[in-house]
T-cell receptor, first 114, second 117 residues
Framework: KQEVTQIPAALSVPEGENLVLNCSFT??????LQWFRQDPGKGLTSLLL?????REQTSGRLNASLDKSSGRSTLYIAASQPGDSATYLC?????????????FGQGTTLQVKP | GAVVSQHPSRVICKSGTSVKIECRSL??????MFWYRQFPKQSLMLMAT?????????EQGVEKDKFLINHASLTLSTLTVTSAHPEDSSFYIC?????????????FGSGTQLSVL
């Protein structure tokens, strides 16, 4: 059974810092991995999607890496801003992929202090 | 990008009543919609998968008679929590997979916070 774990559960950093969020999964047989942002009481915003054949994806100040063999992914946020404060979720899609089912981690709640 | 509208965003109800949550894809047709539930401090958990025109598939441990899902059209899926109890209080969120756009991207609604008194 696939399990997804995110560490740390919460993180507080001063504005401007670079930071790394961690995600681990128990079964390396994945279709893809996705990072989401969730603001309090709101839905999910997709940040980055990494296919199982890829090693990283970048969007602006965000960079996500994937190491399937070790069951790990990281989300790197450069030059953090107060507006980055949110909960970040990692989700794995098991194969074959056409089911659309996602398995989520518990999330990392980030607070960026001005 | 594609928009999924979910209503209501928040609902408070008395124990024993039924609550309906709607999920609409506004600018695309969704062949498949997914319903997730999130308890405080826990991860999102898939409850069921619904395909337009057919019965929903429920995950293990989810009572299909309690959580009624209807996906009558390619743009609308509803989740009805029947005879709600305080333990059903949770954050419910839907996601939709777009028709003809592969299986890579899922679009999420804004969620519904249900509080049962």
């Amino acid at each position: 059974k696939q399990e997804v774990t995110q560490i740390p559960a919460a993180l507080s950093v001063p504005e401007g810092e670079n930071l790394v969020l961690n995600c681990s999964f128990t079964d390396s047989a994945i279709y893809n991995l996705q990072w989401f942002r969730q603001d309090p009481g709101k839905g999910l915003t997709s940040l980055l999607l990494i296919q199982s054949s890829q090693r990283e994806q970048t969007s602006g100040r965000l960079n996500a890496s994937l190491d399937k063999s070790s069951g790990r992914s990281t989300l790197y946020i450069a030059a953090s801003q107060p507006g980055d404060s949110a909960t970040y979720l990692c989700a794995v899609r098991p194969p074959p992929g056409n089911t659309g089912k996602l398995i989520f981690g518990q999330g990392t709640t980030l607070q960026v202090k001005p | 990008g594609a928009v999924v509208s979910q209503h209501p965003s928040r609902v408070i109800c008395k124990s024993g009543t039924s609550v309906k949550i709607e999920c609409r894809s506004l600018d695309f047709q969704a062949t498949t919609m997914f319903w997730y539930r999130q308890f405080p401090k826990q991860s999102l958990m898939l409850m069921a998968t619904s395909n337009e025109g057919s019965k929903a598939t429920y995950e293990q441990g989810v009572e299909k008679d309690k959580f009624l899902i209807n996906h009558a059209s390619l743009t609308l899926s509803t989740l009805t929590v029947t005879s709600a109890h305080p333990e059903d209080s949770s954050f419910y969120i839907c996601s939709a997979r777009a028709l003809g756009q592969g299986d890579e991207k899922l679009f999420f609604g804004s969620g519904t916070q249900l509080s049962v008194l």
